[in-house]
Protein backbone atom coordinates (compact mmCIF):
# COMPACT_ATOMS: atom_id res chain seq x y z
CA UNK A 1 0.00 0.00 0.00
CA UNK A 2 1.62 3.31 -0.67
CA UNK A 3 1.68 5.82 1.60
CA UNK A 4 1.71 9.93 1.05
CA UNK A 5 4.15 12.11 2.35
CA UNK A 6 2.46 14.77 4.30
CA UNK A 7 5.69 16.21 4.95
CA UNK A 8 9.23 17.20 3.11
CA UNK A 9 12.45 14.27 4.21
CA UNK A 10 15.94 14.84 3.69
CA UNK A 11 17.64 14.67 0.75
CA UNK A 12 18.53 10.86 0.38
CA UNK A 13 21.24 11.05 -2.05
CA UNK A 14 24.35 12.96 -2.09
CA UNK A 15 26.67 12.09 -4.63
CA UNK A 16 25.96 11.20 -7.82
CA UNK A 17 25.16 7.33 -9.01
CA UNK A 18 25.44 7.81 -12.23
CA UNK A 19 28.43 10.00 -13.63
CA UNK A 20 29.18 11.29 -17.30
CA UNK A 21 33.30 12.32 -17.89
CA UNK A 22 33.96 13.35 -21.11
CA UNK A 23 36.67 15.13 -22.95
CA UNK A 24 38.74 15.62 -25.73
CA UNK A 25 41.12 12.42 -26.06
CA UNK A 26 44.31 12.53 -23.47
CA UNK A 27 42.35 14.71 -21.49
CA UNK A 28 43.51 12.66 -18.46
CA UNK A 29 40.35 11.28 -18.18
CA UNK A 30 41.44 6.92 -17.99
CA UNK A 31 44.41 8.25 -15.55
CA UNK A 32 41.45 10.45 -12.95
CA UNK A 33 39.61 7.20 -12.92
CA UNK A 34 42.21 4.77 -11.87
CA UNK A 35 42.89 6.03 -9.05
CA UNK A 36 39.75 6.17 -7.58
CA UNK A 37 39.47 3.71 -4.80
CA UNK A 38 37.87 0.24 -5.47
CA UNK A 39 36.67 1.11 -8.89
CA UNK A 40 36.61 -1.71 -11.58
CA UNK A 41 37.27 0.03 -15.07
CA UNK A 42 35.96 -1.93 -17.92
CA UNK A 43 38.34 -1.17 -20.92
CA UNK A 44 36.99 -1.44 -24.12
CA UNK A 45 39.83 -0.10 -26.19
CA UNK A 46 43.02 -0.62 -23.72
CA UNK A 47 43.85 2.69 -22.33
CA UNK A 48 44.29 1.63 -18.59
CA UNK A 49 47.10 -0.93 -19.45
CA UNK A 50 49.54 1.59 -19.41
CA UNK A 51 47.71 2.30 -15.71
CA UNK A 52 48.48 1.07 -12.65
CA UNK A 53 44.77 -0.06 -11.80
CA UNK A 54 41.31 -2.32 -11.07
CA UNK A 55 40.99 -2.93 -14.81
CA UNK A 56 39.31 -5.72 -17.19
CA UNK A 57 39.87 -5.83 -20.90
CA UNK A 58 35.77 -6.06 -22.94
CA UNK A 59 36.13 -5.89 -27.00
CA UNK A 60 32.87 -7.30 -27.78
CA UNK A 61 29.26 -7.43 -26.13
CA UNK A 62 29.91 -11.38 -25.38
CA UNK A 63 32.73 -9.95 -22.89
CA UNK A 64 30.63 -7.88 -21.39
CA UNK A 65 28.42 -10.06 -20.54
CA UNK A 66 30.92 -12.43 -19.00
CA UNK A 67 32.19 -9.73 -16.98
CA UNK A 68 28.63 -9.02 -15.32
CA UNK A 69 27.95 -12.61 -15.42
CA UNK A 70 31.09 -13.30 -13.12
CA UNK A 71 30.17 -9.96 -11.21
CA UNK A 72 26.86 -11.02 -9.84
CA UNK A 73 28.52 -14.51 -9.60
CA UNK A 74 30.91 -13.06 -6.65
CA UNK A 75 27.76 -10.90 -5.09
CA UNK A 76 25.71 -14.10 -4.68
CA UNK A 77 29.01 -16.32 -3.04
CA UNK A 78 29.81 -13.26 -0.64
CA UNK A 79 26.59 -11.24 -0.42
CA UNK A 80 27.99 -7.93 -1.37
CA UNK A 81 29.41 -6.34 -4.49
CA UNK A 82 33.26 -6.51 -4.59
CA UNK A 83 33.31 -3.13 -6.27
CA UNK A 84 32.05 0.37 -4.90
CA UNK A 85 32.01 1.59 -8.40
CA UNK A 86 32.50 0.49 -12.20
CA UNK A 87 33.57 2.25 -14.88
CA UNK A 88 33.04 1.64 -19.04
CA UNK A 89 35.33 3.30 -20.71
CA UNK A 90 34.27 4.65 -23.43
CA UNK A 91 31.02 5.56 -24.95
CA UNK A 92 31.93 5.68 -27.81
CA UNK A 93 33.61 2.37 -28.20
CA UNK A 94 30.50 1.16 -26.54
CA UNK A 95 28.45 2.60 -28.90
CA UNK A 96 30.91 0.78 -31.77
CA UNK A 97 30.62 -2.55 -30.06
CA UNK A 98 27.00 -2.45 -29.58
CA UNK A 99 26.41 -2.34 -33.35
CA UNK A 100 25.95 -6.23 -33.72
CA UNK A 101 24.02 -6.56 -30.42
CA UNK A 102 21.77 -3.89 -32.06
CA UNK A 103 21.43 -6.28 -35.22
CA UNK A 104 20.19 -9.10 -33.00
CA UNK A 105 17.89 -6.59 -31.29
CA UNK A 106 16.23 -5.42 -34.48
CA UNK A 107 15.92 -9.57 -36.16
CA UNK A 108 13.93 -10.50 -32.91
CA UNK A 109 11.50 -7.95 -33.95
CA UNK A 110 8.62 -9.46 -36.51
CA UNK A 111 9.91 -6.49 -39.10
CA UNK A 112 13.36 -7.75 -38.74
CA UNK A 113 12.94 -11.34 -38.78
CA UNK A 114 14.09 -12.00 -42.73
CA UNK A 115 16.60 -9.13 -42.25
CA UNK A 116 19.77 -10.42 -43.74
CA UNK A 117 22.09 -7.04 -43.24
CA UNK A 118 24.50 -6.65 -40.44
CA UNK A 119 24.13 -2.97 -39.84
CA UNK A 120 21.29 -1.22 -38.86
CA UNK A 121 22.38 2.48 -39.64
CA UNK A 122 21.68 1.37 -43.15
CA UNK A 123 18.25 0.55 -42.19
CA UNK A 124 15.63 3.09 -44.18
CA UNK A 125 14.63 6.40 -42.64
CA UNK A 126 17.13 6.04 -39.95
CA UNK A 127 15.25 3.22 -38.25
CA UNK A 128 17.83 1.74 -36.99
CA UNK A 129 19.33 4.43 -34.70
CA UNK A 130 16.15 2.92 -32.49
CA UNK A 131 18.08 -0.15 -32.18
CA UNK A 132 21.33 1.15 -31.29
CA UNK A 133 20.38 3.22 -28.30
CA UNK A 134 18.80 0.02 -27.08
CA UNK A 135 21.73 -1.79 -27.38
CA UNK A 136 23.99 0.77 -25.55
CA UNK A 137 20.74 1.25 -22.77
CA UNK A 138 21.05 -2.06 -21.68
CA UNK A 139 24.81 -2.44 -21.25
CA UNK A 140 24.93 0.83 -19.26
CA UNK A 141 21.41 -0.35 -17.32
CA UNK A 142 23.35 -4.17 -17.33
CA UNK A 143 26.32 -2.40 -14.92
CA UNK A 144 24.66 -0.28 -13.05
CA UNK A 145 23.23 -2.56 -10.00
CA UNK A 146 26.22 -4.42 -9.54
CA UNK A 147 27.95 -1.17 -8.18
CA UNK A 148 27.30 1.64 -5.90
CA UNK A 149 28.37 3.85 -8.09
CA UNK A 150 28.59 4.10 -12.01
CA UNK A 151 31.16 5.86 -14.29
CA UNK A 152 30.98 6.31 -17.95
CA UNK A 153 33.92 7.83 -19.78
CA UNK A 154 33.37 9.24 -23.32
CA UNK A 155 35.04 11.72 -26.35
CA UNK A 156 33.31 15.10 -27.29
CA UNK A 157 31.91 16.04 -30.88
CA UNK A 158 30.69 19.12 -32.13
CA UNK A 159 26.95 19.18 -32.28
CA UNK A 160 24.95 22.56 -34.05
CA UNK A 161 22.33 23.69 -31.57
CA UNK A 162 19.86 26.38 -31.79
CA UNK A 163 20.30 29.11 -28.88
CA UNK A 164 18.38 32.27 -28.92
CA UNK A 165 17.47 32.15 -32.46
CA UNK A 166 21.46 31.85 -33.76
CA UNK A 167 22.54 28.53 -34.59
CA UNK A 168 25.59 27.83 -32.39
CA UNK A 169 28.34 24.58 -31.82
CA UNK A 170 28.35 22.56 -28.62
CA UNK A 171 30.52 20.31 -27.58
CA UNK A 172 28.44 16.96 -26.75
CA UNK A 173 29.28 13.35 -25.63
CA UNK A 174 30.35 11.68 -28.42
CA UNK A 175 27.10 9.12 -29.11
CA UNK A 176 25.25 8.98 -32.03
CA UNK A 177 21.75 10.85 -32.93
CA UNK A 178 19.99 10.88 -30.16
CA UNK A 179 21.58 8.72 -28.08
CA UNK A 180 24.00 11.34 -26.04
CA UNK A 181 21.26 13.89 -24.89
CA UNK A 182 19.15 10.60 -23.64
CA UNK A 183 22.33 9.17 -21.34
CA UNK A 184 23.30 12.04 -20.29
CA UNK A 185 19.42 12.78 -19.47
CA UNK A 186 19.89 9.61 -17.33
CA UNK A 187 22.84 10.60 -15.25
CA UNK A 188 22.80 12.15 -12.25
CA UNK A 189 25.58 14.79 -13.36
CA UNK A 190 27.63 15.31 -16.32
CA UNK A 191 30.87 16.96 -16.08
CA UNK A 192 33.77 18.25 -19.38
CA UNK A 193 37.43 17.05 -18.19
CA UNK A 194 40.00 19.56 -19.20
CA UNK A 195 43.27 20.61 -18.24
CA UNK A 196 44.92 23.82 -17.24
CA UNK A 197 48.44 24.56 -16.45
CA UNK A 198 49.28 21.82 -13.68
CA UNK A 199 45.45 21.04 -12.68
CA UNK A 200 42.63 18.49 -13.96
CA UNK A 201 39.40 20.08 -14.12
CA UNK A 202 35.91 18.70 -14.29
CA UNK A 203 33.28 21.62 -15.10
CA UNK A 204 29.52 21.08 -14.33
CA UNK A 205 28.68 24.64 -15.32
CA UNK A 206 26.19 24.50 -17.80
CA UNK A 207 26.39 28.28 -18.58
CA UNK A 208 28.90 27.57 -21.52
CA UNK A 209 28.60 25.88 -25.02
CA UNK A 210 29.09 22.40 -23.43
CA UNK A 211 26.55 19.55 -22.55
CA UNK A 212 27.50 19.59 -18.42
CA UNK A 213 25.28 20.37 -15.21
CA UNK A 214 24.59 17.89 -11.64
CA UNK A 215 21.40 16.73 -9.73
CA UNK A 216 23.92 17.11 -6.29
CA UNK A 217 24.19 20.04 -4.54
CA UNK A 218 27.81 20.04 -4.07
CA UNK A 219 28.59 19.88 -8.08
CA UNK A 220 26.26 21.66 -9.55
CA UNK A 221 27.33 24.83 -11.45
CA UNK A 222 30.78 24.29 -10.07
CA UNK A 223 34.42 24.01 -11.56
CA UNK A 224 36.49 21.20 -9.65
CA UNK A 225 40.44 20.48 -9.42
CA UNK A 226 40.23 16.78 -9.30
CA UNK A 227 43.83 16.70 -9.80
CA UNK A 228 46.94 18.65 -9.52
CA UNK A 229 50.93 17.25 -10.59
CA UNK A 230 53.94 19.07 -9.35
CA UNK A 231 56.83 19.86 -10.24
CA UNK A 232 58.08 15.93 -10.51
CA UNK A 233 54.64 14.83 -12.50
CA UNK A 234 53.50 13.56 -9.33
CA UNK A 235 49.62 13.75 -9.20
CA UNK A 236 47.55 14.49 -6.40
CA UNK A 237 43.76 13.34 -7.14
CA UNK A 238 40.57 15.52 -5.29
CA UNK A 239 37.64 12.71 -5.68
CA UNK A 240 36.44 13.25 -2.35
CA UNK A 241 34.90 16.82 -4.13
CA UNK A 242 33.17 14.53 -6.27
CA UNK A 243 31.94 11.48 -4.07
CA UNK A 244 31.52 13.42 -0.40
CA UNK A 245 31.91 10.97 2.60
CA UNK A 246 29.00 8.62 3.07
CA UNK A 247 26.81 9.03 6.43
Known amino acids: MIVLPTEKVKAKVNNPRFLIIYGRPKAGKTSCVSALDNNLIIDLEGGSEFLECLSVQARNVNDLVEIATAIKAKIKETGKKPYKFITIDNATRLEEICLSYAAQLYKSQPQGKNWNGTDVRLLPQGSGY ?8 KIIDMFRDLSDYSILIGHTKDKLISKNGEDITEMSLDLVGKLGD ?13 RKGNQTIINFNSGDDTTKGARAPHLREQKIVLAESDENNNLTFHW ?3 YLPEN
Not at 130 to 137: C, E, F, G, K
Open 182 to 194: IICGEADAVGFMY
Open 240 to 242: DKI
Open 130 to 137: QYIRLAVR
